[in-house]
Each structure stands twice: as structure tokens, then as C-alpha cells.
């Protein structure tokens, strides 16, 4: 089985910066493309940030010059820095990961999400 766990969440003043982990772990093969999304109370979810395998990098229009995603392979992490953090920021941030798996000794690609982690910006 395959788990995503985000961690970094917080309340931070408005301007301050957080950095946010997501660790996938379980029966992985491969890990292709990451994203984070965000979900503000009442609003759907939106995507923020995706990274592929390659590395390259895409971003929500609200959030290009502010956050930076990256990933570390080894550690089958995406992270998410946040700066220039804003009271519209806050959310709950979800990660989402396209992922290489074995059932039954059967290689098959599924996503995963994360539980999710609360990020707070205060003005």
C-alpha cells in the first residue's frame, strides 16, 4: 500500500514563509508527477504547484514568484516553499502523487493524496 503524508503547515504572519514535505512511502516503483493542491473553505480545490519526474515545474498564476516546488527522489519527497505569504494563502494544502505500485505482484499507476495540512496566513 502507498501513503502521503504532508507535514510544515502553520500559522504564519502575512509576508512570513513556510515550507511544506509530503513523503510518499509504501510499495513504490516509480513516482511520476507531484503536485500540491489547496482548498480554502468553501472554494473547490485548486492546483498550485506540479513537478514531474524530469523536474520540470509548473505554477498557479497566484502563487508564480512566490512558491517553489521541488522534489527529492531519493527520499520519494516533494516540497513545497512558500514565500511572501498572503491571507488569501490560506488553506489547507493537499499534495497528490502519480505513483508506481505492485498489486499482487502486477506493476499499476494510481494517484494518491495526501491528508492534507492547514496553512494559516494572518494579516
Known amino acids: 500500500q502507498v501513503r502521503l503524508v504532508e507535514s510544515g503547515g502553520g500559522l504564519v504572519q502575512a509576508g512570513g514563509s513556510l515550507r511544506l514535505s509530503c513523503a510518499a512511502s509504501g510499495m513504490i516503483l516509480s513516482i511520476n508527477t507531484m503536485e500540491w493542491y489547496r482548498q480554502a473553505a468553501v472554494l473547490q480545490r485548486e492546483l498550485v504547484a506540479t513537478i514531474t519526474s524530469g523536474g520540470s515545474t509548473n505554477y498557479a498564476d497566484s502563487v508564480k514568484e512566490r512558491f517553489t516546488v521541488s522534489r527529492d527522489n531519493a527520499k520519494n519527497t516533494v516540497y513545497l516553499q512558500m514565500n511572501s505569504l498572503k491571507p488569501e494563502d490560506t488553506a489547507v494544502y493537499y499534495c497528490?502523487?502519480?505513483?508506481?505500485?505492485?498489486?499482487?505482484?502486477?506493476?499499476?499507476?494510481?494517484?494518491?493524496w495526501g491528508q492534507g495540512t492547514q496553512v494559516t496566513v494572518s494579516s
Open positions: 497528490k502523487a502519480i505513483i508506481v505500485t505492485s498489486g499482487l505482484g502486477v506493476p499499476y499507476q494510481s494517484q494518491w
